[in-house]
Structure formats: C-alpha cells, structure tokens
C-alpha cells in the first residue's frame, strides 16, 4: 500500500507546450494536501481532478507566473465557492509583496476591498523544514533567475521524501535539494540545449548519481524535450499522471 501519491495536474513549462498547464503537483497522504507551485493555468488543472477546497496549502518554489500566477485565481474562486477553511501558503521572501502586486493587477476591485470567507496565511520557506499542509516543508536555493527568488523543495510526506526542482540550472545546490530523495520531481524544459536558466536531459543523466535520488520523474517538459520522449530513459509526468511512494 502506498503511502503519498504525487500526482501531476500541471506538468507543462511556462508555454504550455504540447497544451500541458503550468506547474501544479499536488502531494497527499492521510491528513496531508499540499500543492508544489500554482503556475497561472494551474486553477483549470485541479479541477478536472479533484475540488480545489480539498487542498490546504501552497508551496512556491519560485516568482515566475508559470509557478506562482494561479495562485490569485484559486484563492478568488474559493472565495466565491464558500470556502471557509483557511489557505496556507509558503515561499520564498517576496511572495507576499508579489501576490500582493498580482492581485492588484488582477482584480483591483476585489482584493484589499472584499473580506475574503477563509484565511490565507503566508510563511518564507527556508532550510528549516515547517509544517505546510500537513507535511514538513524546507526550501533550499538553486540557480535560476535572481529575481525570482528560486528555491528547490523538500518534501517530508508518510515517511517519504520528495525533492522538487522548480526551476534550475545544474548547480551543486540542485544535488543539494535531491540528495536521499525517494522521488526526485525535476524540470526538463530542454533535451539537450544549454542554457543559462535551466538544466536540460542531457545534464540530468549525466550528473544522476550525484544526486542520490532513489527515482525521478521529469516534469516541466518543454517542446524540445516533448519531442524526443521517445529518448528519455527516466519516467517523466503528464497532465493527470499519478506516482505512488
Ligand atoms: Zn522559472
């Protein structure tokens, strides 16, 4: 019998190459629900799967739309829906400030103007795991884009461990996140094009046994990487696909 499920309802890169919808995995074992990263299109995504009041809480690996966008949509929509449970969210420093901005943007005549029917609170993940969403939580720094404030994350769940990376190039830090993994969530945007943002396919299996990940599923897959899937000798998710630990 498993003891977490991991399943994918957003596995698609910003683009949403191949239609897939932005980052959103949704992480659950007995008296945990916790979704790693709410991209913009995420909303959409949970709910062809499951009713989006089943998920406690929200944690953001880093401020880029296609990671964090959904966020003001799914806490929108609860409102309207009659949630009264509270919402937790953690993330890197900004991510109050940011959501702050979005909503703003958003929907000005709402938020900061509505009281909202739950309450919403938001912590700064850090190395020191804290509880999210029933789950123990810690947030280590990779290399991407400075001002997005990237973060891999680590995810204690029924005994289990799951590294995520967001987003990242290979770096000794993103070895960090992985490291003792039960399961390894990494981006795969490229196969095999080098660039300075992101780790690709090629990179991955060449440094696997420094990450000491018992397994690990790729997600994030962008058009390059879409195409050749045929190639990849590692699992790697859908929209809707599901892994059991
Ligand atoms: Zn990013």
Known sequence: MSAATIRFLGSGNAFSDGGRANAAILVSAPGVSLLLDCGGSALPAIKKHLDPAAIDAIAVTHLHGDHFGGITYFVIAQHFAGRKRPLHLGGPPSLSARLRAAEQALYPD???????????????L???????????VAALPVRHVRLAEPHGLRVEV?????????????????????????LFICEASFFDTEDPSHINYRQLMAHRDELGAKRIVLTHLGAETLAR????ELEYATDGSTFEL
């Open 110 to 124: 709402f938020f900061g103007r509505v009281p909202l029917a739950f309450s919403v609170s938001e912590v700064v």
């Open 126 to 136: 850090g190395a020191s795991a804290l509880d999210l969403g029933g789950a123990k």
């Open 229 to 232: 899937v045929r190639e990849l």
């Open 158 to 182: 029924a005994g289990k461990l799951v590294a995520y990376s967001g987003d990242a190039r290979w770096s000794e830090e993103l070895a960090a996140v992985a490291r003792g993994a039960d």
